[in-house]
């Protein structure tokens, strides 16, 4: 079976034919599935019904049997999909409703903390307690100095790349495109005008540094630092992973002794 005639399971992330009605692994109804089921009985309905005028009085009455029986099949299978669609809404719903009042909750108890941290420096500390935040799922957006706080993210975790190279680590392939998008990162989020000029001025002043370290540990020259930036800047300054991956792999290659 072709790779796009395959969907992967939202409960158990198995793999089985988009045609399937539900998972053959874990039981989940597949809506889109079912769907082509119920499609595909109607359309055996609808042919049985047009060659009912060439039958037998016996063998419509056979045959209208048939259909109703079928008919019946169809309704239940119907009825009992519009059921699980009723209950799924409802208990997403639910589970939205209840993620909200736990980001709101986080909010009230936590904002003015971040907001004390922020205004007396404390960046390091609130860096941690910001990706603790995000992994536990808690809505972060609506912080404030988010944009900052993740910008320094970036560059604490270049600086700490940075001074294991300098101490000698090996460059490997995912130490380099880190250190790469964090890098990039850093650079991007001045041009992204999501600071205040506070925020903008601290990371002015880290710039010329990450820029430095483009060119003399990994060779970038001016066009192709400018190459980089208009590509960024075309898409909506955003650095992806894989492109600092595939500059990660070229670097290794070109400079294998």
């Given at each position: 079976?072709?790779?796009e005639?395959?969907?992967v399971?939202?409960?158990?992330?198995?793999e089985?034919?988009?045609?399937?009605?539900?998972?053959?692994?874990?039981?989940?109804m597949?809506?889109?599935?079912a769907e082509?089921?119920?499609?595909?009985?109607?359309e055996?309905?609808?042919?049985?019904?047009?060659?009912?005028?060439?039958?037998s009085?016996?063998?419509?009455?056979?045959?209208?049997?048939?259909?109703?029986?079928?008919?019946?099949?169809?309704a239940?299978i119907?009825?009992?999909?519009?059921?699980?669609?009723v209950?799924?809404?409802?208990?997403?719903?639910?589970?939205a409703?209840?993620?909200?009042?736990?980001?709101?909750i986080?909010?009230q108890?936590?904002?003015p903390?971040?907001?004390?941290?922020?205004?007396?420096?404390?960046?390091?500390?609130l860096a941690?307690?910001?990706?603790?935040?995000?992994?536990?799922?808690?809505?972060m957006?609506?912080?404030?100095?988010?944009?900052?706080?993740s910008?320094?993210?970036?560059?604490r975790?270049?600086?700490?790349a940075m001074?294991?190279?300098?101490?000698?680590?090996?460059?490997?392939?995912?130490?380099?495109?880190g250190l790469?998008?964090?890098?990039?990162?850093?650079?991007?989020?001045?041009?992204r005008?999501?600071?205040?000029?506070?925020?903008k001025?601290?990371?002015?002043?880290i710039k010329?540094?990450?820029?430095?370290?483009?060119?003399?540990?990994?060779?970038?020259?001016?066009?192709?630092?400018?190459?980089?930036?208009?590509?960024?800047?075309?898409?909506?300054?955003?650095i992806t992973?894989?492109?600092?991956?595939?500059f990660a792999?070229?670097?290794?290659?070109?400079?294998?002794?």
């Amino acid at each position: 079976m072709k790779k796009e005639d395959l969907i992967v399971c939202p409960s158990c992330a198995a793999e089985f034919g988009k045609d399937n009605a539900k998972c053959p692994f874990c039981g989940v109804m597949y809506y889109p599935g079912a769907e082509k089921a119920y499609m595909e009985h109607l359309e055996e309905v609808k042919e049985d019904l047009s060659d009912l005028q060439y039958m037998s009085g016996e063998a419509v009455k056979e045959e209208a049997k048939k259909v109703g029986k079928l008919l019946k099949k169809v309704a239940i299978i119907l009825v009992i999909l519009i059921a699980i669609i009723v209950v799924a809404v409802f208990f997403l719903q639910k589970k939205a409703r209840e993620q909200e009042r736990e980001d709101f909750i986080y909010r009230q108890a936590n904002f003015p903390v971040f907001d004390e941290m922020y205004e007396n420096g404390e960046y390091d500390e609130l860096a941690d307690k910001y990706n603790e935040a995000l992994l536990e799922g808690y809505d972060m957006w609506s912080w404030e100095h988010r944009d900052f706080i993740s910008v320094y993210g970036s560059i604490r975790d270049a600086e700490d790349a940075m001074a294991r190279l300098d101490a000698g680590e090996k460059p490997e392939q995912a130490v380099i495109a880190g250190l790469i998008w964090n890098e990039w990162n850093v650079i991007m989020y001045v041009a992204r005008d999501v600071l205040d000029e506070q925020e903008k001025g601290y990371i002015d002043s880290i710039k010329d540094s990450v820029i430095d370290d483009l060119k003399t540990r990994w060779g970038m020259s001016e066009e192709e630092l400018k190459e980089w930036y208009d590509r960024l800047a075309a898409d909506h300054h955003i650095i992806t992973y894989d492109e600092c991956e595939k500059f990660a792999k070229d670097w290794i290659k070109r400079n294998k002794k």
